[in-house]
């Protein structure tokens, strides 16, 4: 069965660095998306993304996050100055069709911010 | 007010016990509205759709009920495998594809 995988599954980064977490969709899918996860609480949708650029972003996505599709089969999600708070796990998303489709999720990247 | 509540649990039962969660929304434009079943530390799994005319699939019943915006989620037979949370989800607006999480119930099936 087709599947999302992100990679790596634990980054540790030093608070102020960059990092870059990577997904690779299921390879039909056109959709799109990055939520994270804060240890204990809720899960948060981060943005969605369809025809190379962004469809929908939340107000955690500030001008920190960026998000590309570098090639055909790679979404990334960079993080270009880390905070304590970003801590978490992110999880990459997929669908086919957009609206109420069945969002596949993969197995996440845990951040953690020392 | 949340745009989606739960209550957290956790709901601690036997095997073979019917347990029942409910969820509430906020947003009565809301079109559509699922049940993810979350293990720990892993990825949310889409457990169900819910329609309005409520479905079933297997031990697992969800109800709608869009006058009070509320959805259930209704678990028969319980398993030891079914221990999980249980997360209710909701797409807030047509066209968009952003789901909306509840914190999730948590889930406690004992022998």
């Known amino acids: 069965e087709p599947e999302v995988t992100q990679t790596p599954s634990h980054q540790v980064t030093q608070m102020g660095q960059e990092v870059i977490l990577r997904c690779v969709p299921i390879s039909n899918h056109l959709y799109f998306y990055w939520y994270r996860q804060i240890l204990g609480q809720k899960v948060e949708f981060l943005v969605s993304f369809y025809n190379n650029e962004i469809s929908e972003k939340s107000e955690i996505f500030d001008d920190q996050f960026s998000v590309e599709r570098p090639d055909g089969s790679n979404f990334t999600l960079k993080i270009r100055s880390t905070k304590l708070e970003d801590s978490a796990m992110y999880f990459c998303a997929s669908s086919n069709r957009g609206g109420r489709d069945t969002q596949y999720f993969g197995p996440g990247t845990r951040l953690t911010v020392l | 007010r949340k745009e989606v509540e739960q209550d957290p649990g956790p709901f601690n039962v036997p095997e073979g016990a019917t347990v029942a969660f409910n969820c509430t929304y906020s947003n009565s434009a809301s079109q559509s509205f699922f049940w993810y079943r979350q293990d720990c530390r892993k990825e949310p799994k889409l457990l169900m759709s819910?329609?309005?005319s409520g479905n079933e699939d297997g031990r697992f019943t969800a109800q709608l009920n869009r006058a009070s915006q509320y959805i259930s989620l209704l678990i028969r037979d319980s398993k030891l495998s079914d221990s999980a949370t249980y997360l209710c989800?909701?797409?807030?607006?047509?066209?968009?594809?952003?789901?909306?999480f509840g914190t999730g119930t948590r889930l406690l099936v004992s022998p």
């Open positions: 819910v329609y309005s």
């Open positions: 989800v909701v797409i807030p607006n047509t066209g968009f594809q952003k789901l909306v």
